[in-house]
């Protein structure tokens, strides 16, 4: 079992900046993908970011790209997401999740999940 809680989250203005982070628990594999995923309202769960547990790969969707930094603590069991030049569009809840998906982007495919963090971005 895993568990993990996200933290990190607010109110932020468009052009800003948050960084959010996923502290693990438990029994976490080396070759585990470690996900950002994010949902707004009235929306399906989209695929934010990953990386490798044990660390040299990460993923990022393109709407992120250039903006968003996945990144790992191993020594904390810590995920961090950081935000910049953040857009009204990025408003979401946005979760963690853990696993060894055969596709990073698929939500469905990760075994462990937070409960979730509110990122709102005011323009």
């Known amino acids: 079992q895993v568990q993990l809680v996200e933290s990190g989250g607010g109110l932020v203005q468009a052009g800003g900046s948050l960084r959010l982070s996923c502290a693990a628990s438990g029994r976490i594999f080396s070759s585990y993908i470690m996900g950002w995923f994010r949902q707004a309202p009235g929306k399906e769960r989209e695929f934010v970011a990953a990386?490798?547990?044990?660390?040299?790969?990460?993923w990022n969707a393109d709407s992120v790209k250039g903006r968003f930094t996945i990144s790992r603590d191993n020594a904390k069991n810590t995920v961090y997401l950081q935000m910049n030049s953040l857009k009204p569009e990025d408003t979401a809840v946005y979760y963690c999740?853990?696993?060894?998906?055969?596709?990073?982007?698929?939500?469905?495919?990760?075994?462990?999940w937070g409960q979730g963090t509110q990122v709102t971005v005011s323009s």
């Open positions: 999740a853990a696993g060894s998906p055969g596709r990073v982007s698929v939500p469905n495919e990760y075994a462990y």
């Open positions: 990386i490798r547990w044990s660390g040299g790969s990460t």
